[in-house]
Every structure is written in structure tokens, then in C-alpha cells.
């Protein structure tokens, strides 16, 4: 079936608007993540969703940042008030269960100026 | 806290010939898993080859093979073989047993010279 889709692909905004990344999880995929990764680094981890409920937070930046899950499918991530240093790769990934493999989709490039 | 840590954050590597890209990290866990994940640049992640810490036999994927050494904490990851298909960044992850979080390192720039 189909892979983990993301949109958008890109995005520029300038400092300060709101953005919306979404993340389409593969069908049947209870969990699902959301990770950052800035140039040169790894990826660091957001947050995490089983079902529409998201046991940990935890990778949350600041208050700025929030994510929803409806329908145990689609996630939204939204950055509040942008920053430049907000500016990243936004990865999603989906697995079967908790334990299983995670499948990541294609990411969001952002970029505030 | 686990760590992963990847020193090389370039290699190159001439087509059809061998390379290994290292990788350390640090856990009191017994019981994890270890992953090479390639990402070229359409950014999509995609794993190469998976290790369970209580296997002593390493993983192999075709040309991908590993070199696991659980009590040195190291886990490198050899390509043979090279093809220009493999240039991408390699990314080392680790995660404890009935978790879900990964931990990343900061990845290796692999190019592969025709």
C-alpha cells in the first residue's frame, strides 16, 4: 500500500506567521512520531501518538509547538509564531504497533525568514 | 541516557569497492535494537539493515552487512560493492526493547566516486 505522505513538501514563511505540516500515516499504523532534523544533526524527537492520544511530549521544543492526531490517522503539527530558528526537515513516521518498525515519510522543509 | 554517536560525518568511497561507516553508543539496557537508516537527498528514510542485541549473528541485507560488538558498543555498518545509488546520508539509530523511541545519531555523508 501506500508509503507515509507528508504536505507540504516545502514551505517558506516569514517570522512570527503560524504553519500546518500534515502527515498521512500508512493505513492501519496505530503510532505514529514526528522528529526535526536541522542541518547537520540527527533527528530529534517530538512527540509521539498511539491512537489520537499522545502518551509523550516530551521532544516538544516549546509551547509553540503542538501536534493533534484525529481518527487515528492524520496528524497535524503546528508551529506557532514562528522562529528562524524553527527552520528544519519535519519527518513523520508511522509504525504497526509501538514496538514495530518505523516507516518515515518524505518530510516538510521549512524555512521562516 | 542513550547516546549514539557517529564520528565520520564524510566518507568516500570509489565505486565497487568497500567501505565502512562506524558507529558507537551507550546503554545500560541489555535488551535493544540497533538500525542503519540511508537517507538520500528526496529525504525519505529508509532502512538498510536491522540488528537485535540479543542475536550474536550479525545482519546482513545483500551487499549491507554489520559488525555488531555488543561489549564494545559498537555497531559499523559495511557496504560492498559500492554503487553511485548508495551515496546518501547513513544515519545509526538504537532502541530500548519495548520503546518506541529511537535515538539518532548525527548521521555520515557517504559519496561514492564513479
Known amino acids: 500500500g501506500a508509503g507515509v505522505s507528508q504536505s507540504p513538501s516545502n514551505k517558506v514563511t516569514e517570522k512570527g506567521k503560524d504553519v500546518e505540516l500534515r502527515c498521512d500515516p500508512i493505513?492501519?499504523?496505530?503510532?505514529l512520531y514526528w522528529y526535526r532534523q536541522s542541518l547537520g544533526q540527527g533527528l530529534e524527537f517530538l512527540i509521539y501518538?498511539?491512537?489520537?492520544?499522545?502518551?509523550?511530549k516530551s521532544g516538544l521544543p516549546s509551547d509553540r509547538f503542538s501536534a493533534e492526531r484525529t481518527g487515528g490517522s492524520v496528524s497535524t503539527l503546528t508551529i506557532q509564531r514562528t522562529q528562524q530558528e524553527d527552520s528544519a526537515v519535519y519527518l513523520c513516521?508511522?509504525?504497526?504497533?509501538?514496538?514495530?518498525?518505523?516507516?518515515f515519510g518524505p518530510g516538510t522543509r521549512l524555512t521562516v525568514l | 541516557a542513550q547516546t549514539v554517536t557517529q564520528s565520520q560525518p564524510e566518507m568516500s568511497v570509489q565505486e565497487a569497492e568497500t567501505v565502512t561507516l562506524s558507529c558507537t553508543y551507550d546503554?545500560?539496557?541489555?535488551?535493544?535494537?540497533l538500525f542503519w537508516y540511508k537517507q538520500p537527498p528526496s529525504r525519505q528514510m529508509i532502512l538498510v539493515i536491522r540488528?537485535?542485541?540479543?542475536?550474536?549473528q550479525n545482519a546482513t541485507e545483500n551487499r549491507f552487512s554489520v559488525n555488531f560488538q555488543k561489549a564494545a558498543k559498537s555497531f559499523s555498518l559495511k557496504i560492498s560493492d559500492s554503487q553511485l545509488g548508495d551515496a546518501a546520508m547513513y544515519f545509526c539509530?538504537?532502541?530500548?526493547?519495548?520503546?518506541?523511541?529511537?535515538?539518532f545519531g548525527t548521521g555520515t555523508r557517504l559519496k561514492v566516486l564513479a
Open positions: 513516521a508511522s509504525s504497526l504497533t509501538s514496538e514495530n518498525e518505523q516507516f
Open positions: 493505513s492501519g499504523h496505530t503510532a
Open positions: 501518538f498511539q491512537g489520537n492520544s499522545a502518551p509523550d
Open positions: 546503554t545500560s539496557e541489555s535488551d535493544y535494537y
Open positions: 540488528q537485535e542485541a540479543y542475536k550474536q
Open positions: 539509530a538504537y532502541c530500548t526493547s519495548g520503546t518506541y523511541k529511537y535515538i
